[in-house]
């Protein structure tokens, strides 16, 4: 018999709430992340509803957040940015509330581990989820596994080099304009060009600058990952035009460098958009709360 399970992709801007097991069968609603306290209470009321039916939940959630299980603080999102949500206890309210096993990852982990199970992943060992959006994120999977080391891999603050004529001041609250978010997130494009990204036409400079950091930060994590391949996500990814862009721009940086397929020959099948499109987030809350009940060992 197939589980039921609940699954949250707790991003930034929305919440998506999802009852169900795989893509075929899932029931879901979304809603903005408003404080933590009406997201969450919202979130409850939803999976209340089945109550005595759900054999897990699993969380992907923006960050960054606590995974040591020995840290007083784990399952609660931390030094994050976003106002009201340092120190936030996720998993403990959750738990407390609806009284069933409550997994618990970075959303993008989560979306990482549904594209493999079910998306442009399959069947590959090693490749990296990203997401360019209102913040950048990446999950890692490494090994058939998802890479968390000391806490999880924080792929959007890599420093990158700024390009010489971009004289923004970068909007990242750590790291101002050295870091890719701080450079490419969708706030940063806004800021920078004062018109939102999807209001900037496709010959617009935006997206030679884009292309510029996107490619360099791909060209990082292609030399220190070594990724079978790379899903590229996020609302800012939704430009087809800037796709070709950026694998035109990798594609230079690495100047011949790394002689692997199918970097080398097939760059359209090496940096790829996500398959399970803006779902890949929640199905991956139904990959987590099957491992936690040891349903699944991916
Ligand atoms: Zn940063």
């Not at 399970?5 to 919440?15: H, M």
Request: proline fraction near 5%; include cysteine.
């Amino acid at each position: 018999m197939t589980e039921l399970y609940g699954a949250i992709e707790a991003g930034g801007t929305k919440f998506v709430c999802a009852v169900g097991s795989n893509p075929e069968d899932l029931t879901e609603v979304r809603f903005s992340t408003t404080s933590p306290s009406e997201a969450l209470a919202r979130a409850i009321a939803f999976f209340d509803s089945y109550r005595g039916r759900l054999a897990g939940l699993g969380v992907g959630s923006f960050g960054p957040i606590d995974l040591d299980r020995a840290s007083p603080r784990y399952g609660y999102i931390t030094s994050t940015p976003k106002p009201g949500w340092s120190n936030t206890d996720v998993v403990g309210t959750l738990a407390n509330a609806l009284d069933i096993p409550v997994a618990f990852d970075t959303d993008v982990n989560a979306a990482a581990l549904a594209e493999g199970r079910w998306g442009a992943g399959v069947g590959l060992t090693d490749f990296i989820y990203l997401t360019i959006g209102t913040g950048i994120g990446g999950g890692v999977i490494c090994n058939g596994r998802v890479v968390h080391g000391m806490m999880h891999p924080e792929l959007g603050h890599s420093f990158l080099a700024k390009h010489p004529e971009d004289t923004y001041r970068g909007r990242c609250p750590f790291h101002g304009d050295a870091c890719f978010e701080g450079l490419a997130a969708g706030p940063a494009i806004e800021e920078r060009w004062q018109k939102a990204g999807i209001d900037l036409v496709e010959d617009h400079p935006a997206w030679a600058l884009q292309a510029h950091y996107v490619a360099q930060a791909l060209v990082n994590f292609i030399c220190t990952l070594s990724p079978q391949k790379i899903i590229l996500g996020g609302g800012v990814m939704e430009q087809q035009h800037l796709l070709s862009r950026v694998k035109a721009k990798t594609h230079q940086l690495l100047n011949g460098y790394i002689q692997a397929e199918p970097l080398l020959s097939d760059i359209d099948s090496y940096i790829v958009v996500p398959d399970l499109g803006n779902q890949a987030g929640v199905l991956g809350g139904f990959v987590l709360a099957e491992a936690l009940l040891g349903i699944d060992e991916r």
